[in-house]
């Protein structure tokens, strides 16, 4: 995804978005791609959307409630007490999906760049990860980033 955005952004400076437009209107080339990708995501999201709905309606009243987002959202009302539509929700997930690789990736390119700027940073978590590890007689998990200083400090 994160390429065919760059060649539409690098298109759209280059010559402006009249081609674009027609594209759209033809339905040709880069934008064939992409609405195509769109259905592909939203389908995704509306299967994803149709099986929590039937797992809710076949839960039991004593049963521990689920309380992820997507279910909160389904539970929900809007302003005249109605549900949100299918479509409201397909949105939704949608934004999540979207955001958390965009966010996610970006700051992991950006920590990268900068430890690569900046070797005298890499050498300090590098050597606070080997004293942490040489520490420990057990196997690393997550958990023990949060002992090293200076790798959530440069990260954040």
């Known amino acids: 995804m994160g390429s065919g955005r760059s060649r539409t952004v690098g298109v759209n400076l280059e010559i402006g978005d009249e081609p674009i437009r027609a594209m759209r209107y033809l339905n040709v080339s880069i934008e064939r791609k992409l609405k195509y990708s769109i259905t592909q995501v939203h389908e995704f999201a509306n299967r994803v959307i149709t099986t929590r709905k039937k797992e809710l309606s076949l839960e039991l009243p004593n049963k521990k409630l689920k309380s992820d987002l997507l279910t909160i959202f389904i539970r929900l009302k809007d302003d005249e007490g109605k549900p949100f539509s299918d479509t409201f929700l397909r949105n939704i997930c949608v934004n999540f999906i979207l955001a958390g690789r965009d966010t996610s990736s970006v700051a992991l390119s950006w920590f990268f760049w900068l430890l690569v700027k900046h070797p005298e ?10 004293n942490i590890l040489c520490q420990r007689a057990r196997t690393t998990d997550m958990e023990d980033l949060a002992d090293i200083k200076g790798f959530s400090i440069q990260a954040t």
Not at 121 to 130: G, P, S, T
């Open 121 to 130: 940073v890499e050498k300090r978590i590098l050597e606070e990860i080997q």
